[in-house]
């Protein structure tokens, strides 16, 4: 009987995670499309690190999120703050604001990576800034996230729930029939 508790138990916990999980998904997938194009939680992007350039605080392979700004955020950085910048050829970079200039056009930055040797070559217009890093990291998360957006990783990421999904369900019908066998048998004895 305490086994059958144990399982009843443990029957409800995973069906609440997996609905969850769903839930979860369905509300990131769509947040993405009415934001635009990137997925936000509470006010945070996640992005993956693919370089080591601010090792050892912030690891190749990391999700990092990065806060949200505002237009008026912009230009209201100082030394030391770390952020996201969009570079010329549409690359978003993670460095720290090693100098900060106050120009005719407006605000310019000059970032180097914790890691790196140099400052970066070109500064960064306030304008580019697309986000505040405020330390939030998980190590190696990026390297799954990478994986799932290949072709080979899209494939197991798609059909590897759904195959966990089946095998639930016919665990959790097989089990039911069980159940109703055990009774049917009980009154049959009796």
């Not at 969009?86 to 090693?98: A, P, Y």
Request: charged residues 20%; without cysteine; proline residues 3%.
């Amino acid at each position: 009987m305490k086994a059958r508790k144990v399982l009843k138990w443990a029957n409800r916990i995973v069906t609440n995670v997996l609905v969850l999980l769903l839930i979860s998904v369905a509300a990131l997938v769509l947040s993405t499309k009415l934001a635009g194009g990137e997925p936000e939680v509470f006010g945070y992007q996640l992005k993956t690190v693919l370089s080591g350039s601010m090792e050892p605080g912030i690891q190749t392979g990391s999700i990092i999120a990065v806060r949200s700004i505002t237009e008026e955020e912009k230009g209201g950085f100082v030394k030391g703050d770390v952020i996201t910048f969009m570079e010329e050829d549409s690359k978003l970079i993670t460095h720290r604001i090693t100098d900060v200039k106050e120009t005719g056009s407006g605000v310019l930055y000059t970032t180097k990576g914790d890691n790196n040797n140099a400052a970066d070559r070109n500064p960064v217009l306030a304008d580019n800034v697309v986000g505040a890093y405020e330390g939030f990291t998980i190590p190696y998360i990026g390297y799954i996230g990478s994986f799932a957006q290949s072709p080979n990783g899209s494939i197991v990421f798609m059909i590897l729930p759904g195959i966990l999904m089946l095998g639930y369900s016919g665990f959790t019908i097989w089990r039911a029939l069980r159940q109703i066998d055990e009774k049917e048998n009980i009154a049959d004895a009796k």
